[in-house]
């Protein structure tokens, strides 16, 4: 009996540090993690690169530039015409810096766009089929006074 005892104790010993759990290791040490997004940020993904093309319009391709925030986010409905429509107009602040101004210099611009998403209040009449059928289009670019006056 006790060399049964003794050969289960020294089994249980030498499997302990065994783990029957399976964990999938990722050798490019690479993380997945999920972690909160915030609904302004998939629309702000989803604008980059509309915003990227209008500010190197105003500015030029060599300019450096951030989103710094979303300014506002309005829901417009028409109802003047035959049949109803509504869009959003969607208002960005980016920060700007130009490579050929010295030291640390940011201009704020205000960039609006309208958003034609195609559909009315959730309507089981969905005129868009895809994502690809949603219109953005830049309703206005504003220019406003820089971090820095000394250029």
């Known amino acids: 009996m006790k060399k049964i005892i003794s050969s289960l104790l020294l089994s249980l010993i030498v499997l302990a540090p065994i783990s029957f759990v399976s964990a999938e290791v990722d050798l490019s040490r690479k993380i997945k993690k999920e ?13 980059n690169p509309y915003v990227a093309d209008v500010v190197h319009k105003e500015h030029g391709d060599d300019v450096i530039w951030g989103l710094e925030r979303v300014k506002n986010i309005t829901l417009m409905v028409d109802h003047t015409v035959s049949k109803s429509r509504r869009w959003y107009e969607v208002s960005l602040t980016v920060k700007i810096n130009k490579p050929d101004v010295k030291g640390d210099y940011w201009e704020l611009d205000t960039v609006t766009f309208v958003i034609d998403p195609k559909t009315y209040f959730g309507s089981s009449d969905v005129e868009r089929k ?8 830049i309703k206005d670019y504003v220019h406003h006074h820089g971090t820095n006056d000394n250029r």
């Open 35 to 47: 972690i909160y997004a915030a609904p302004e940020e998939l629309l702000v993904d989803l604008l």
């Open 130 to 137: 895809n994502l690809k059928d949603v219109t953005v289009e």
